[in-house]
């Protein structure tokens, strides 16, 4: 097969016109870079857990472009086009990837609660009365929803507007946008509650099909697109990471984050990213492993 892509995590090959294969490698980003340092099994949990969640929404009538796995870390899906000019996305284009990235947050934490601490985001934008001091981790009000792009090198934030325009949604096809993405979460939520999982946020990417039909495409509900605590800690006012956001931690403890956005701020280059120490990646291949089977009920051998 044809390699069309290489992404930061996924090689993307065709297979005909009208199907692609993604193979899901032991690569790892964070911050929008490569870790120089593969993580044992990490594509095969991926691919496996991505696969569970295409077929919950299957069951609950969600359409998406999966077809079926072909391999441990291998999977085919149904090709739509991929428009990085804006401006040939029009109201009469078909089958394209909606260029942006769906997020929808249900706690405080992480790059939200960044924003809260640098005053970029009030506490009233998020469901609180104003002036209430946000403690992290909190639980919001209401799901935090926003977008950002996808194909641009560093992703930026988006209001409805800047959005609709860039993707030419009608706002009917925007608030189907904003349902689905909730809909799935509603999917997510019930099904990890069971299993000692809370759900704190994740990410979605869409299409328009051939018929201007919406579809979810790529993968989510994973370890790399949403964050899980677990529940029993949780109750204990733990926040126990079983998510990618287990490896950024690592960076930003050891200074890294705050050095590569000072450089992103300041216009400088951003300095290289190290490898994480053998003790960490062996503790993330755990982490991707244990949380598959916890998600999936699976067992992972």
């Known amino acids: 097969m044809k390699l069309l892509h290489k992404g930061k995590v996924k090689n993307v090959y065709e297979v005909d016109e009208h199907t692609l294969e993604f193979e899901f490698s032991n690569r790892v980003s964070v911050f929008d ?3 120089p340092s593969d993580i044992p099994f990490k594509g095969e949990t991926l691919c496996r857990t991505s696969a569970y969640w295409f077929d919950v929404c299957r069951k609950a009538k969600i359409p998406s472009h999966y077809l079926k796995t072909t391999g441990p870390n291998q999977m085919q899906v149904k090709r739509v086009n991929v428009i990085y000019d804006y401006s040939q996305i029009t109201p009469k284009t078909t089958n394209y990837l909606i260029p942006l990235e769906v997020i929808v947050r249900y706690f405080a934490y992480g790059s939200l609660f960044d924003r809260l601490q640098d005053e970029k985001v009030k ?3 998020i469901g609180f009365p104003e002036g209430h001091a946000v403690k992290k981790g909190e639980t919001l009000p209401e799901p935090f929803f ?3 792009t996808k194909l641009e090198k560093t ?3 988006l209001t409805k507007e800047e959005a609709m325009k860039i993707s030419a949604l009608s706002i009917d096809q925007w608030n189907e ?3 689905a993405t909730l809909r799935i979460d509603e999917q997510i939520n019930d099904h990890v ?3 000692g999982l809370i759900h704190v946020d994740g990410k979605k990417e869409f299409a328009l099909d051939e018929n201007r039909e919406l579809i979810v495409v790529d993968t989510f509900g994973t370890a790399d697109e ?3 605590w677990d529940a029993a800690e949780f109750e204990k006012g733990n926040h126990v990471e079983k998510s990618k956001e287990f490896v950024r931690s690592h960076y930003r403890e050891t200074g890294y984050h705050e050095a590569l956005y000072a450089a992103r701020k300041a216009g400088k280059a951003e300095p290289d990213i190290p490898p994480l120490p053998k003790e960490k990646i062996e503790e993330t291949s755990r982490l991707y492993i244990e949380l598959f089977e916890q998600l999936t009920g699976e067992k992972f051998r």
């Open 146 to 148: 926003e977008v950002t």
């Open 33 to 35: 870079k490569i870790i």
């Open 226 to 228: 949403d964050r899980f």
């Open 123 to 125: 506490a009233e934008d």
């Open 177 to 179: 946008l904003r349902e």
């Open 193 to 195: 509650k069971k299993r």
């Open 155 to 157: 992703d930026r934030p």
